[in-house]
């Protein structure tokens, strides 16, 4: 037979007669079962009146709820909210699939085919995405919520951010609401929409905003992109989920859905709305996406920085060579007014740069032609000029 022990003791077992004084433990056992039966449901009745506990105790429950129906409601709200908000939404997101016919080793064609994500604009069929997804594929055909599919035709690409607009012909689409992307708050929750691994129409994940203004260096397949002011979010981001809309609970698009960090869990970065407005805004109105430019090319300072380059500030944007290209763009804006390669720009009217409010984010707020005061480093010395922005397409 099995030997039973509590930790390393042994239980006795009797055979026969019990030893002496075994009755008066079967009788101390008994009553101590009635009288705790008869504890507990004294405690249970007492306390299952909130009000007998206030008034002849003087313990607060407020916002105690021994029921859990508070937790539930709150929990049931905001499953409320996340469902109107996808709702809401879904019907104006696209997949899109882009496909280019290749030579492999041995001369022979293929065809290449890729998927991403986009939503609609207009209900004519304006349609934003990510430009390495717009640019992936020589055709691209849109698939909507509704289960049609349309050639759609790339019609601009943003210079300096990794945006495109699509167009296909239609009429009475169903078009997203584009929120504003300055009132976001870190916790704030949000959910992604895409079409994720290009095969997964529409999934919907949920998280909240991690962080702001990131910065990173975007790597593709084809290109490589400085990518800036970037919302960082937790919220699932698969590949095919570019160019899908970043949605807050009222079911407005508050950011772009663009990378990942492919060696990180739940790390995903997206486009603040704002920027994508601005972009809409400049083709209605040209045709074209038209931004202001500076013409430096730079890495936004920090501390490891600083120290790194013994640097007089561990705030600003340092002009300096990348990529094999110059600083100082010829000719540019900053070429005219006397920027050299290991300036610091450090203030544009009266804005602070630094990593929270990066120098290509401050400029995006600006118009080709506008003249911005700039205030630089050059050789630990501070220097102001009045510079007039010029325009990249």
Known sequence: MTKITYLDEEIPRYKGKSPRGGLF??????????????????????????????????????????NNTTTSKIVLEESSKV???????????????????STDFFGQIFEEEGGGTGFIITGDGLIITNKHVAQAGDSLKVFTS???????????????????????????????????STKLQIG???????????????????????????????????????????????????????????????GQVVGINTAIAGDAQNIGFAIPANQAKAAIVSYQ?????????????????NRQIAKQLDLA??????????????????????????????DIITQINNQDINEAHPLGAIISNFSPGDEVTVKFLRDKKEQTVTVKLGSIE
């Open 313 to 342: 500030t561990e705030n600003g944007a340092l002009v300096i060579a990348r990529g094999g290209l110059p600083a100082v763009v010829s000719g540019g804006p900053a070429d005219k007014a006397g920027f050299k390669s290991n």
């Open 25 to 66: 433990v079967v009788i101390f056992l008994v009553l101590s079962l009635v009288m705790g039966l008869m504890g507990g449901t004294a405690a249970l009745l007492l306390f299952s009146s909130n009000n007998f506990i206030k008034e002849k105790l003087g313990i607060k429950l407020e916002g105690i709820n021994i």
């Open 285 to 301: 109105k040209t045709g074209k996406i038209i931004k202001a430019q500076l013409g430096v090319r730079y890495v936004m300072i």
């Open 188 to 250: 704030q929750w949000v959910i992604a929409v895409g079409n994720a691994l290009g095969e997964f129409q529409n999934s919907v994940t949920v998280g909240v905003i991690s962080a702001r203004e990131r910065q990173l260096t975007a790597t593709g397949a084809t290109q490589t992109e400085q990518l800036n002011n970037l919302l960082q979010t937790d919220a699932a981001i698969n590949p095919g989920n570019s160019g899908g809309p970043l949605v807050n609970l009222e």
């Open 83 to 101: 469902i109107e908000a996808v709702q809401k939404v879904t019907p104006a997101v696209v997949s899109i699939t882009t496909s280019r016919n």
């Open 146 to 180: 509704d289960g049609k599919n349309y050639d759609a035709e790339v019609v601009a690409l943003d210079p300096t951010n990794d945006l495109a607009i699509l167009k296909v012909e239609a009429t009475g689409l169903p078009t997203v609401e584009i929120g504003d």
